[in-house]
């Protein structure tokens, strides 16, 4: 089964950051939309962050506009979501998605992915 692999997740204080990677050599981001999204206990899954792996263009949920930031590194087909000013509320378990690109970031939360990771651990404590 292909899934991109997420890392980085830990335990942090509010006010704190993380940065959480995602990487597959199965294939290349560079045709592929990427997507962070989390999923807190008892929530629905929600969309945080994305990129295209084609021009670089990202979308952000209001929720973490100006305090995430997701880029990708190319050289190392990896996808970053630098997390700074973390609050209790941002808590989840945070997996990466990738699927064909469709030049639309901005319909990024509302479109399907092939494929997904099992997710990276976000604590933070108030």
């Known amino acids: 089964e292909v899934q991109p692999v997420e890392s980085g997740g830990g335990l942090v204080q509010a006010g704190g950051s993380l940065r959480l990677s995602c990487t597959t050599s199965e294939f290349t981001f560079d045709t592929y939309d990427i997507a962070w999204f989390r999923q807190a206990p008892g929530k629905e899954r929600q969309g945080v962050a994305c990129i295209s792996g084609v021009d670089e263009s990202t979308y952000y949920d209001d929720s973490v506009k100006g305090r995430f930031t997701i880029s990708i590194d190319k050289p190392k087909n990896t996808v970053y979501l630098q997390m700074n000013s973390l609050k209790p509320e941002d808590a989840a378990v945070y997996s990466c998605?990738?699927?064909?690109?469709?030049?639309?970031?901005?319909?990024?939360?509302?479109?399907?992915?092939?494929?997904w990771g099992r997710g990276t651990q976000v604590s933070v404590s108030s």
């Open positions: 998605a990738a699927g064909g690109t469709l030049q639309k970031v901005q319909l990024c939360f509302r479109r399907g992915y092939d494929y």
